[in-house]
């Protein structure tokens, strides 16, 4: 499958302007919502999520954007092999910057629709998933299910400060919620009027930052209970330490952005109080999956630091 090029980096494209036809399968008419899938080098589990596409149960006509943050592996040719149980699957160019804000952004604005759903490469839609974010989005501007971690995760579920199965909307500061990055469902015009994916967030909390930004702007998330995603998290520990600790950093990007009254930094010695307590619970007598949680909770303080510092604002 060719890759077809998506230029811009701001929501700025008037719906008319979109080139419908510049795709590897003409497009008709009767394409209803766009699924927009954020990849890098998932050329070993993209396959798992295109399935699970395929087989979407009383959905409407979608299109799938690949939106290709630059990979190196052969992601295109496994892509290529699924354009016959998805006829309207294409894959875009969106290497202009690394980041999975880039590549939401680029495969939103590459969408030929204006309701579009978010899910990443390496998780997986439940079958009623297309169906569950269409009809929500019907009558809300800004639409997240829940996420369940077990299935795809196994052991490693256990590792991080996340529900097994969650059951309503995220909750940040001041009683804001946000739905998680990889189900996510929106209407063009919010993303218009939000301005995006901010593409200078580090890897974490990119999602409530748009969350953010839209709730300023009078746009509320609704939950869905239908539209189940099966969350991959990380199984070898170094990913998911990684992971948590660039949630760390976003974290404290978020808050020397908004600076929400209700978060009083820490003074220097309760700082201190704080990271000693939290190496004084180390399960020393626990299991190794408790030692491995706790790691994650030292990366994500690890990440809130470093940038907090970096940024010259006090952490949360």
């Not at 399968?25 to 080098?41: A, F, S």
């Not at 019907?138 to 077990?150: D, M, R, Y």
């Not at 020393?284 to 940038?307: N, P, Y």
Request: glycine share 8%; hydrophobic share 40%.
């Amino acid at each position: 499958m060719d890759q077809i090029p998506a230029t811009g980096n701001r929501p700025a494209r008037k719906a008319s302007a979109r080139p419908i036809g510049i795709v590897d399968q003409e497009i008709d008419g009767l394409t209803e919502c766009t699924v927009v899938i954020p990849t890098y080098n998932a050329a070993h589990v993209i396959g798992e999520q295109l399935s699970a596409l395929s087989a979407q149960v009383e959905a409407p006509e979608f299109e799938v954007v690949v939106a290709d943050n630059g990979s190196t592996d052969d992601l295109a040719d496994v892509v290529g092999s699924w354009s016959d149980r998805l006829p309207r699957l294409r894959r875009v160019d969106a290497s202009r910057g690394r980041g999975v804000s880039v590549a939401r952004n680029i495969g939103i604005e590459a969408a030929v629709t204006d309701v579009v759903l978010v899910c990443d490469a390496d998780d997986r839609v439940s079958p009623g998933w297309v169906a569950a974010m269409t009809s929500a989005l019907a009558e809300h501007p800004l639409v997240s299910g829940p996420v369940e971690t077990t299935a795809l995760s196994g052991r490693s579920a256990t590792w991080v400060p996340i529900e097994q199965r969650t059951t309503g909307l995220f909750e940040t500061w001041e009683g804001r919620t946000y739905g998680i990055g990889c189900n996510l469902g929106l209407r063009r015009e919010v993303w218009e009027a939000v301005g995006g994916f901010d593409e200078n967030y580090p890897a974490g909390a990119e999602e409530i930052d748009f969350a953010w930004r839209a709730w300023d702007l009078g746009y509320r998330f609704t939950y869905v209970p239908d539209a189940l995603l099966h969350y991959r998290i990380r199984t070898d520990l170094r990913g998911v330490l990684r992971q948590q600790y660039n949630s760390g950093r976003g974290t404290a990007t978020l808050y020397a952005k908004f600076r929400p009254a209700e978060v009083v930094p820490k003074s220097v010695p309760r700082r201190i109080r704080h990271e000693l307590l939290l190496l004084k619970q180390f399960p020393w007598r626990g299991s190794a999956d408790q030692r491995r949680m706790w790691l994650t909770l030292v990366a994500f303080e690890a990440g809130k630091l470093v940038e907090a510092r970096r940024l010259g604002s006090p952490a949360p």
